[in-house]
């Protein structure tokens, strides 16, 4: 099931990487895309997902795959400011889009980074990253956001591991560091 809200699937579902074409064929080609504000260009097959090409062509293995048909949410990256099912993205439809994934967020030393650390939301760690990119997203649009406003941001975003409600603490101080209401590193809010 894929998030509901802002996440979107492709217009087709995607195939895996070594499985037939989808019905409609595209032919092999080149894309740009932007990722974490580098310029990659990369020759891509039609069947390849987004996240495949994340993950095992440029190296960046937060993006996870799980479940493959956009049910989990652990392959959740930044798109244009939205945040997708990469593994329900074709690659070669993501033509000179902006990708943001956790090793940005991270790079950048997000306050969710550290909220997430602090408040020990992963144990396998296997759903964390995108958790913590779809948390990024609500954020950017929403800076203050109700308990029922995460909950519904991160509606699609599965933990076997059952970590949910450090989750919504984790989201909400890095809320409150991003406006200025609380100091990071554990301080203390200032109202
Ligand atoms: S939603 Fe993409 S791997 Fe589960
Ligand atoms: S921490 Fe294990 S699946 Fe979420």
Not at 42 to 49: G, K, S
Not at 56 to 62: A, R, S
Not at 144 to 167: F, Q, W
């Amino acid at each position: 099931m894929p998030h509901v809200g802002e996440k979107q699937p492709a217009s087709q579902p995607a195939s895996q990487p070594g499985s037939q074409p989808v019905s409609q064929p595209v032919s092999l080609g080149t894309v740009t895309l932007t990722v974490n504000g580098e310029v990659h260009e990369l020759i891509v097959e039609p069947q390849w997902t987004l996240q495949y090409v994340l993950h095992d062509k440029l190296g960046l293995i937060g993006t996870k795959e799980f479940c493959g048909e956009g049910a989990c949410g652990a392959c959740t990256v930044i798109m244009e400011g939205r945040p997708v099912l990469s593994c329900m993205m074709l690659a070669i439809e993501c033509d000179g889009k902006s990708i943001e994934t956790i090793e940005g967020i991270a790079r950048a030393n997000h306050p969710l980074i550290e909220a997430y650390i602090k408040h020990s939301c992963m144990q396998c760690g296997f759903c964390t990253p995108g958790f913590v990119v779809t948390a990024k997203a609500l954020l950017d649009r929403n800076p203050d956001p109700s308990v029922e406003e995460i909950k519904e941001a991160m509606v699609g975003n599965l933990c076997r591991c059952g970590t949910y409600p450090a989750h919504l603490r984790a989201i909400e101080e890095a809320a409150a560091i991003l406006r200025g209401v609380l100091v990071a590193q554990g301080g203390e809010g200032r109202d």
